[in-house]
Each structure stands twice: as structure tokens, then as C-alpha cells.
């Protein structure tokens, strides 16, 4: 994991190959996310609604990512600290809505989650191989790499939800994943935070050390 010392180096989102991958990645995400809460609202599946927020609210953060590209670490660390709060407030609305779904469980449409579970992992799949060679960087890139592998994780739990929707022929599968997704939004938004927070203050201390000498 990137950042286990204070003096590694981390790549911090400065080239051009980077910049064009990401502006890929802001695009697929974008048009999944229509593609997805259409279908959510369709099929009545909270799982597919889950996971067309998680593509839009990673859709605003890779803008973010791109916009502070080059800028001081302290700025960088700033606008991964924005993304891991986005984070925890896209877990906890997921964890909420599903709550408010258990006392009004219906059954969504499972050949619905299916497809549209697949096109959506397919399309994380490419964006997560265009980010790889990426994946070891500063708070802010770091943030892009979790971003897009819970992504491709999450379209993974829809197709299981959605074959647990169809064998089964309850919602209660359907729950159980937008449950589990929003606790992966936390874990993530927590690793972003504690790396954001470390870079803060290695810059703090850094500059310290300037005004010192």
C-alpha cells in the first residue's frame, strides 16, 4: 500500500497518460450512472440504485482528482478528505434507504439487475485496468484506484443479488448486497481519511522544518 513510509515517494497524478485515462474513466462513470438509476427505478432494485450513486458520486471525485492534479500536498490531502466524507455520506445513505426498504420490501426485477449488473461491470472492469498501473499514488490518487475497484466489487454483489432475487423470489437478497456496498463505501472513506490526514500533517511538519532553517 502506498504510503507505508514518510519518505516513499508517491506518484501524485502529474501526466498526461494519467489525465487522458482519468477523463475516460469521469466519462464511463457519467453515463453509467443514467444508465443504472433508470434501470433501478425500472426494476425497483435498491442494489442498482446503490451502485448508479456510487458512479456518480465517483464521476464528481475524479473532477475533483483531476482539478487539484499538481497542486501542494496539503491542497491534494484537502480534496481527498472531501472525497472520504462523500464517501461516508454515500454509506450512510445507502445503509438508511436499505433500513427504510426492509419495512417495505418488494420484489425487484431480476433479469433487469442482471443485465444491467453485467454492462455495469464490464464497464468498471475497463476503468479499473486503465487505473491500475496508477493504483500506488498519494491520498488523492489513491482515492480514484478504491473508487473504481468498489465499483467493479459492487457490480459483482449486484449479479449475486440478482440471482439470489430470482432463486429466491424475495427482495431480501437485493437488501443484503446494497447493505454490504455501503460498508465497503465506509472502509473505503476511512482509508482515504487516514491517508489524507497523514499527508496533512507530513506537510505540516515539513514546512516546520523549512522555517526552521
Given at each position: 500500500m502506498a504510503g507505508c513510509c514518510n519518505h516513499e515517494a508517491r506518484f501524485d497524478g502529474v501526466s498526461a497518460d494519467y489525465k487522458r485515462r482519468l477523463w475516460l474513466v469521469i466519462?464511463?462513470?457519467?453515463g453509467m450512472f443514467a444508465v443504472e438509476m433508470g434501470a433501478g427505478q425500472m426494476s425497483g432494485s435498491q442494489a442498482l440504485k446503490a451502485d448508479a450513486l456510487d458512479f456518480l458520486g465517483d464521476a464528481l471525485t475524479y473532477g475533483i482528482s483531476l482539478a487539484v492534479i499538481g497542486a501542494t500536498l496539503r491542497?491534494?490531502?484537502?480534496?481527498?478528505?472531501?472525497?472520504g466524507f462523500s464517501l461516508l455520506l454515500m454509506g450512510?445513505?445507502?445503509?438508511?434507504s436499505t433500513v427504510y426498504q426492509v419495512f417495505y420490501v418488494g420484489v425487484p426485477q431480476a433479469q433487469i439487475m442482471g443485465v444491467i449488473g453485467f454492462m455495469a461491470l464490464?464497464?468498471?472492469?475497463?476503468?479499473?485496468?486503465?487505473l491500475a498501473r496508477y493504483k500506488d499514488g498519494d491520498a488523492n490518487v489513491r482515492s480514484v484506484w478504491l473508487c473504481s475497484r468498489n465499483d467493479a466489487i459492487g457490480n459483482v454483489a449486484v449479479m449475486i443479488a440478482a440471482l439470489g432475487v430470482w432463486g429466491t423470489a424475495t427482495g431480501w437478497p437485493d437488501l443484503i448486497v446494497a447493505g454490504i456496498m455501503g460498508g465497503l463505501f465506509l472502509n473505503s472513506a476511512f482509508q482515504i481519511?487516514?491517508?489524507a490526514v497523514r499527508e496533512w500533517r507530513e506537510e505540516e511538519e515539513a514546512q516546520a522544518e523549512a522555517h526552521q532553517h
Open positions: 466519462a464511463i462513470n457519467a491542497t491534494r490531502a484537502l480534496a481527498a478528505l472531501g472525497k450512510a445513505w445507502v445503509f438508511g464490464a464497464a468498471n472492469l475497463i476503468s479499473v485496468l486503465l481519511l487516514i491517508q
